[in-house]
């Protein structure tokens, strides 16, 4: 009559300790993760900025805002970029893995099963006696059991590795996010900078072909006694100094090229045409409200994630200083036959549970308590520094915009009045009123200013690339999240 006691008192057992669980499921050590406070300011740059643009946008920021350049080749190479990076791709797979490490950390919110069977070849000798009842020495043994261990999460120590690792997928979403926008930004920056140096390069050849002709029409000149050899001395370095601007901006144009290539996941020798700078437009400037960057740059949310993983992480090592209590059970049996190992008699089980406190550690887990809040303290300070680079990188932004649009204008303006004497020089020309010379020297001065507001047009498009990855992009609209 012992046996049905000794069970019922171990069911009691494994009662009472649910029970515990339940009442403590509630529980998590460490703090609860609150989000970081950010002092945004009223506004980002020290006084009204004005451009000269055309407007400026006051809706959302597009998660496609490379659409805004107005250009659909320069649309078919951003999407291509994206279907084909290797660092898209790395980035994706990294957060596939970090999903699958929060469905596994999860589970161990529930019991482990397993289920073992070991047959074995055993021989006594006949030193021993024989376990058998038919005395035999030399006899296989089959043995079957399942087993069940659970270690109920009493102070929520699992609960804030679980929330530490969705921090961490949460980190790894906001990185993929934010590669997709430096991919996007780097790829436009790069084409529209192709297309510049294409551009430049084409009206400094010109400029350099029309000083070629003016240092001989200078030399005939010289031989007709019309001209000193002063004059044809200082032609030629002109012309020298021209020449040498000419392999610099080829080179740049090359490598650029290379990039872009590159940033479509081309080899070198694939790169794609070169777009006309013409088939750009400039679009209208995003709208910068301060206190939503916090929302819109990936940067500052990922950043927030390290604060919420550190702050779980404290949570971990103060579980690690309380009681651990784990339950097990197992159920199985044993025979010389296999059909023999359930029936009557050989049936095996047992019931267990365990609880265990540290008493002493040499201050190890007080000291990893310490260090965790030390780090969580770090994580914060840190998240309010890349909240204050980006403000300094949209005011940048800003300063460089406002900058480079009226660099622009006074490159359109030099480059409207040289135009307009080159246009004078050539009617005197055409009535006999100047020399040749003097018309080929106009036109240099024409195509230099030319190719120097090609190149204040292309550091102002640079500039509105900045200004979208500098407020995000808007990568993290949902549109853009559904497409991870």
Known sequence: MRKPFQQTS????????????????GCAAGPDYVRPKVNAPQALTRGPVATTLPGSNTGDISAQWWQAFGSSELDAMVQEAMEKSPTIEAAQATLRAARQNVVAQRGYFLPSVQLGYNPSRQNTGQSMSAPLENGDSLYTYHTAQLSVSYSPDLFGSNRRQVEGLQAAEENQRLQLQAARLSLAANLVAAVIQASMLQEQSMLLQQAV???????????????????????????????????????????SLEQTRNLVATLMARTPDKAPALLPLSSFKLPLLPQVVPSELVEQRPDIRAAETQVQQASAAVGVATAARLPQLSISAAYGGGATSFSRMFSAGNITWSVGAGLLAPIFSGGTLLAHQKAAQAELEASAASYQSTVLSAFQDVANALYAVDTDTRALQMSRDSESASETTWKLSQSQLNAGYASLPTALAAKQSWLQARAASV???????????????????????????AKQ
């Open 10 to 25: 171990k069911l009691h057992a494994i009662g009472l300790a649910a029970c515990i669980t339940s009442l403590l499921a």
């Open 209 to 251: 072909e029309a000083a070629q002709e003016q240092l001989q029409h200078m030399r005939k000149q010289q031989a007709n006694g019309y001209a000193s050899g002063m004059d044809v001395a200082t032609q030629q370095t002109l012309l020298l100094q021209l020449q040498q601007e000419l392999p610099p901006l080829q080179k």
């Open 455 to 481: 190149a204040a047009h292309g550091s102002l498009y640079g500039d509105v690339v900045a200004l979208y990855q500098s407020l995000g992009g808007g990568v993290l609209k949902p549109e853009a999240a």
